[in-house]
């Protein structure tokens, strides 16, 4: 009897040990099969916005949207490195070398200064632009249909002669417009070149007020609003990033502001005729998605817009004393109104 007992226990406590090592050696394989089942599918986005401002950071959740729609899940099948260049030349380099260094497969730079430092770092990682103005004329892209090496993505150039056009048409009476600029953003300089042609085209006298650095842009503006009916604001990141103090200022005197894009009218511009900037990131997220799966940059056109949306800022026009058509009010999005 006792022996009997003693087999039992023996065979209890074995039984018990031999079940501990194989559920541990259960628990030692399994992450090793896991781990190497992420080395296989998970890929990497690195995304360099250039500065921080409403329209960059709208799209750049368009851009994350995209992925997730597509079945992209971070940390699952995907893993975003994003970085933000805060507007510095020196920043945007490092940053773009670390994202090749992190042997990203797919690169995103959103606005035009921070897809030229990631075109400059690497000509074999694909790079998807963001939101660039004029991808041929600051040299990343050779023909917008045929790319031609390991950049395409999506251009925002903006219909330049209808927001002039709908400045006209809410400012019969204005003479002279004022562009409002940076002296530094290659995608300012061609917008402005194309808004001017349609201004003068249009009867209107322009004169232009490009700005060197952030700090100059409140005195600028008071200077312009005692010699021009109205500013002119192209897609340029360093007025977007102060877009408060410039309509601060036009306010003081109550001096119109037609913009290229919705987020500066939110922000108390007057009126645009603009590409929504969320469907912006959603186009260029879906271009990342083509890339991870394979599409070749250089034979791959780059998305452009037919045409924009009308927005108007009602609550700045009551401000501002300015009638609008009902004409102009059918087809637009009205911001600002009594309901919000
Ligand atoms: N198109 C700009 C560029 O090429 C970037 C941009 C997108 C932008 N949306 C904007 C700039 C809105 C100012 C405001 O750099």
Do not use: C, W
């Amino acid at each position: 009897m006792k022996n009997k007992g003693l087999i039992a226990s023996v065979a209890v406590v074995f039984l018990i040990i031999f079940g501990v090592f194989v559920f541990q050696m259960g628990k030692m394989n399994q992450p090793l099969t896991n781990q190497q089942d992420k080395k296989e599918t998970i890929q990497t986005v690195g995304i360099l916005q250039f500065v921080s401002h409403p329209a960059l950071d709208t799209i750049t959740k368009g851009v994350k949207d995209a992925l997730k729609d597509a079945g992209y899940q971070e940390g699952k099948n995907i893993k975003i490195i994003f970085q933000n260049g805060q507007a510095d030349q020196s920043k945007l380099a490092t940053m773009s070398q670390q994202l090749v260094d992190k042997k990203a497969n797919v690169l995103v730079g959103v606005a035009t200064p921070a897809a030229l430092a990631l075109a400059n770092t690497t000509s074999d990682i694909p790079i998807v632009l963001g939101a660039v103005t004029d991808p041929v004329g600051a040299k990343l892209v050779k023909d917008l249909d045929h790319p031609g090496r390991n950049i395409t993505g999506v251009s925002d150039q903006p219909p330049v002669a209808s927001q002039i056009k709908l400045g006209k048409e809410l400012l019969p009476n204005a003479k002279t417009v004022g562009m409002l600029y940076s002296s530094t953003e290659a995608n300012s300089k061609y917008q402005v070149e194309e808004a001017t042609k349609a201004a003068e085209n249009s009867g209107l006298n322009v004169k232009n007020y490009p700005v060197a650095s952030t700090n100059e842009i409140a005195q600028t503006v008071q200077v312009m609003t005692q010699n021009v009916d109205f500013i002119y604001i192209p897609l340029d990141n360093t007025i977007a990033n102060a877009m408060q103090a410039v309509v601060g200022e036009a306010n003081k005197t109550k001096t119109p502001i037609i913009t290229s894009v919705d987020t500066m009218i939110e922000q108390g511009g007057l009126a645009t005729v603009g590409i929504d900037q969320y469907t912006l990131g959603k186009k260029t997220g879906e271009m990342v998605v083509q890339l991870l799966k394979g599409a070749d940059p250089a034979v791959t056109p780059v998305y452009t817009f037919k045409e924009g949306v009308t927005v108007l800022n009602e609550k700045q026009a009551a401000f501002l004393g300015i009638q609008i058509p009902d004409e102009l009010k059918k087809n637009a999005q009205i911001i600002g109104n009594a309901t919000n």
